[in-house]
């Protein structure tokens, strides 16, 4: 069976300079600086998102924040606001390249091996001054993870920074993203980790990838060998396994106890998508429990540092109040759908209101993998397999299993069919997940 929904791949991602026009507008990318607001910041970019698109915000899985419905007359007045805020790039070229994740529990997380908040900083300075850099393929992006609790050790990037050790002896390994996961050259003290990974872009630049998908993940066995080769003098053996730094929480969304008398907060956005009222009243109460900062991630979850246990629990209730996800176990955490019809053109489906209805039979059908709900073949929600793919064919869904939304469907169906059905469906995508 062929994909037979028409879609367009536009091979970069949208910028506030460099904004992407879809069916509902055009839509601007604010880059947080190493993914952190305030909550004043956040309900500037509510009102502003309000005044000048049309109030729907998105949660990207870059960990960075969209606003939608922009048009050519109120874009320059929403970059007076990106301005102020201090989040508007000198150039558009500077600003694509500056693609970083950092551990969302950075500096708060007391089990964290290092704090690399400082590394990411320096990185993303390097990145959006040195125009050599900007000829990296628009969504070629680092990743500066610190270990502890809550990592990014599951995410992809280009480039990865991972601190490892304990006590004195603490480095920076330095990843490559290969097509069999991460592809470790090697580890370096922090104080030249930043530095250390601008060379490592340098030299793939060396390599002079062509297209515009060209990725670290795309270079043949002779491409690796030769960036490390090229970097051999600058990095020191790995003396430990980045894995053996990597903890976990129980939960991602919810109050989460750090130890250390510390506690934080996620805040869950069902599919990423938030409308301004929204984000104004949970940013308002964040400051009224005296947060500082908000923390972006690529799981479109917002976390906070909170003084307590019992003002951890007054903010997840507002935030509740007001159709943030606050419980770990709610359905629409495993569920990731794109906007759908009418804000995407490559759809006709209303891909979030069906995944919303896919998600209340899942209790029912005691169905526990993870869904992708696609407008198309393109999957801009997730990339990553999924236990179950439903990917939009005009007015029906291809039926993908532990795949993705590029993957050839097995079958199809409606969506009436499908929750007339769902046993079906469901209880053949749980036995494959096992």
């Given at each position: 069976m062929k994909h037979a929904a028409p879609f367009e791949v536009k091979g970069w991602c949208p910028g506030a300079l460099k904004p992407m026009q879809s069916g509902d507008g055009l839509i601007v990318r604010v880059?947080?600086?190493?993914?952190?607001?305030?909550?004043?910041?956040?309900?500037?970019?509510?009102?502003a998102a309000q005044r000048f698109g049309n109030g729907h915000i998105d949660l990207t899985r870059r960990a960075n924040l969209q606003i939608r419905g922009v048009s050519e007359e109120t874009l320059p007045r929403l970059h007076a606001?990106?301005?102020?805020?201090?989040?508007?790039?000198?150039?558009?070229?500077?600003?694509?390249?500056?693609?970083?994740?950092?551990?969302?529990?950075?500096?708060?997380d007391p089990t964290e091996v290092l704090d690399i908040r400082d590394i990411a900083r320096k990185l993303a300075r390097m990145l959006a001054s040195e125009p050599t850099l900007w000829a990296l393929p628009s969504k070629f992006g680092f990743i500066v993870d610190g270990g502890g609790r809550l990592t990014l050790a599951n995410e992809r990037a280009d480039v990865r920074l991972a601190a490892v050790g304990n006590g004195a002896k603490i480095a920076v390994a330095i990843g490559l993203d290969a097509q069999a996961g991460t592809d470790w050259l090697g580890s370096v003290v922090p104080a030249i980790a930043a530095s250390v990974a601008v060379e490592t872009a340098h030299a793939f630049l060396e390599l002079k990838p062509t297209g515009a998908g060209q990725r670290m993940r795309?270079?043949?066995?002779?491409?690796?060998?030769?960036?490390?080769?090229?970097?051999?003098?600058?990095?020191?053996?790995?003396?430990?396994?980045?894995?053996?730094?990597?903890?976990?929480?129980?939960?991602?969304?919810?109050?989460?106890?750090?130890?250390s008398s510390r506690f934080a907060v996620g805040i869950g956005a069902p599919f990423g998508r938030v409308e301004t009222d929204q984000l104004a009243k949970l940013a308002g109460e964040m400051a009224a429990c005296r947060v500082k900062e908000v923390r972006?991630?690529?799981?479109?979850?917002?976390y906070a540092e909170v003084g307590s246990a019992l003002a951890g629990n007054a903010l997840l209730d507002a935030a509740r109040?007001?159709?943030?996800?606050?419980?770990?176990?709610?359905?629409?955490?495993?569920?990731?759908?794109?906007?759908?019809a009418p804000a995407c053109r490559s759809t006709r489906l209303d891909i979030r209101g069906d995944a919303r209805r896919l998600a209340a039979l899942l209790p029912r059908f005691g169905f526990e993998g993870?869904?992708?709900?696609?407008?198309?073949?393109?999957?801009?929600?997730?990339?990553?397999?999924a236990d179950l793919v439903l990917v939009g064919l005009e007015d029906r869904y291809g039926i993908v299993r532990n795949g993705a939304a590029g993957d050839c469907p097995t079958s199809s169906a409606s969506f009436a069919e499908l929750a007339a059905d769902p046993d079906t469906i469901f209880a053949s995508a749980e036995r494959r997940s096992r």
């Amino acid at each position: 069976m062929k994909h037979a929904a028409p879609f367009e791949v536009k091979g970069w991602c949208p910028g506030a300079l460099k904004p992407m026009q879809s069916g509902d507008g055009l839509i601007v990318r604010v880059r947080p600086r190493c993914g952190r607001l305030s909550p004043d910041e956040l309900i500037a970019l509510a009102e502003a998102a309000q005044r000048f698109g049309n109030g729907h915000i998105d949660l990207t899985r870059r960990a960075n924040l969209q606003i939608r419905g922009v048009s050519e007359e109120t874009l320059p007045r929403l970059h007076a606001v990106i301005g102020r805020l201090g989040l508007l790039d000198s150039t558009s070229q500077g600003e694509a390249v500056r693609n970083l994740m950092i551990s969302p529990l950075a500096g708060i997380d007391p089990t964290e091996v290092l704090d690399i908040r400082d590394i990411a900083r320096k990185l993303a300075r390097m990145l959006a001054s040195e125009p050599t850099l900007w000829a990296l393929p628009s969504k070629f992006g680092f990743i500066v993870d610190g270990g502890g609790r809550l990592t990014l050790a599951n995410e992809r990037a280009d480039v990865r920074l991972a601190a490892v050790g304990n006590g004195a002896k603490i480095a920076v390994a330095i990843g490559l993203d290969a097509q069999a996961g991460t592809d470790w050259l090697g580890s370096v003290v922090p104080a030249i980790a930043a530095s250390v990974a601008v060379e490592t872009a340098h030299a793939f630049l060396e390599l002079k990838p062509t297209g515009a998908g060209q990725r670290m993940r795309d270079l043949s066995a002779d491409g690796l060998a030769s960036i490390r080769l090229a970097m051999a003098s600058r990095i020191d053996p790995l003396a430990l396994d980045p894995r053996k730094t990597v903890g976990s929480l129980a939960r991602r969304v919810g109050l989460l106890e750090l130890g250390s008398s510390r506690f934080a907060v996620g805040i869950g956005a069902p599919f990423g998508r938030v409308e301004t009222d929204q984000l104004a009243k949970l940013a308002g109460e964040m400051a009224a429990c005296r947060v500082k900062e908000v923390r972006l991630s690529p799981w479109r979850i917002l976390y906070a540092e909170v003084g307590s246990a019992l003002a951890g629990n007054a903010l997840l209730d507002a935030a509740r109040s007001v159709g943030f996800i606050t419980d770990p176990g709610d359905p629409l955490l495993r569920i990731e759908a794109c906007p759908g019809a009418p804000a995407c053109r490559s759809t006709r489906l209303d891909i979030r209101g069906d995944a919303r209805r896919l998600a209340a039979l899942l209790p029912r059908f005691g169905f526990e993998g993870t869904i992708h709900v696609s407008g198309c073949a393109k999957g801009c929600a997730k990339s990553a397999a999924a236990d179950l793919v439903l990917v939009g064919l005009e007015d029906r869904y291809g039926i993908v299993r532990n795949g993705a939304a590029g993957d050839c469907p097995t079958s199809s169906a409606s969506f009436a069919e499908l929750a007339a059905d769902p046993d079906t469906i469901f209880a053949s995508a749980e036995r494959r997940s096992r």
